[in-house]
């Protein structure tokens, strides 16, 4: 890290010193950090492989159908990006701005306010990417099992969308949490996090809903992600892949400006 630190710009290098920073404090329970990561992977084996031999198969949009757990493997893929970005930006990011006082600290160095948003979502980033390997290594061996969950040659590209989905949620969660006041507030965020998860299409298509009820679904930022990564993996890509990805960064980076203006409000006005 430390040479990473002099070898890139300053305007660059600074904010991972934030990344170094919460690798040295997690480096003796690390586990606390991959621990998110679980929760996707009992939801695909109880409900895509358990529900799913009751289940069958599902229809695709362009008409083919496919195993139940096939359907739902992408759209946990997409979950877990998001749990880790939103756990990172959530009740860690509160405690060192409320309660440690870290900020306050770290900007009487040279590091700006953006450089410490830069630094904790690349920090969100990173935690969320451990997520999706863990996820993709599991989806692998189960495709050397037979159990391949993976359809397309397009899969590759499941990681970095996954990333994309995982930028977005960084961002907003940050964003989101610079007006929490108190512990008690996140049950706000759960009440938006939980609904998106169990309703994105993540268990079944969006066309069992009513047809008003269908376009709401499709403005919510999980199902943008969902969509992305299934028409990856599945090989169904449409023009609306592109839409899904331009959402999502946009949701990042004005996460990412509505975090540096609340920060230079609660830290320096």
């Given amino acids: 890290m430390l040479a990473l630190r002099f070898s890139l710009p300053q305007a660059v290098a600074r904010p991972t010193r934030?990344?170094?920073?919460?690798?040295?404090?997690?480096?003796h329970s690390f586990m606390?950090?991959?621990?998110?990561?679980?929760e996707p992977l009992f939801y695909l084996f109880s409900m895509g492989f358990g529900v799913g031999a009751l289940v069958g198969s599902v229809a695709l949009t362009d008409g083919r159908s496919v195993p139940y757990a096939v359907f739902v493997a992408p759209a946990l893929l997409a979950s877990s990006a998001m749990n880790g970005a939103i756990y990172e930006t959530s009740n860690n990011f509160f405690y060192k701005l409320k309660y440690a006082k870290l900020y306050d600290a770290v900007i009487s160095t040279p590091m700006s306010l953006g450089d410490v948003a830069r630094g904790e979502i690349l920090w969100a980033l990173l935690r969320g990417s451990l997520y999706v390997v863990g996820f993709l290594a599991v989806i692998a061996v189960l495709g050397l099992g037979g159990l391949g969950l993976i359809s397309?040659?397009?899969?590759?590209l499941a990681f970095p969308a996954a990333m994309v989905v995982g930028f977005g949620f960084a961002g907003a969660?940050?964003?989101?949490?610079?007006?929490?006041?108190?512990?008690?507030?996140?049950?706000?965020?759960?009440?938006a996090i939980m609904p998106m998860f169990l309703f994105s299409g993540t268990f079944y298509p969006i066309t069992a809903y009513p047809p008003a009820l269908q376009v709401f679904v499709e403005c919510t930022p999980l199902y943008r992600g969902v969509h992305?990564?299934?028409?990856?993996?599945?090989?169904?890509?449409?023009?609306?892949?592109?839409a899904d990805v331009i959402y999502l960064i946009a949701m990042g980076l004005i996460g990412l400006w509505i975090v540096g203006k609340r920060l230079h409000r609660l830290l320096l006005a």
């Fill in 18 to 27: 934030m990344v170094e920073r919460n690798t040295m404090v997690y480096r």
């Fill in 173 to 191: 969660g940050m964003a989101a949490t610079t007006f929490v006041r108190k512990w008690q507030d996140f049950d706000f965020l759960q009440l």
């Fill in 32 to 38: 606390v950090i991959f621990s998110g990561f679980f």
């Fill in 228 to 242: 992305l990564i299934r028409a990856l993996t599945t090989g169904t890509p449409d023009v609306w892949i592109a």
């Fill in 152 to 156: 397309s040659p397009l899969g590759i």
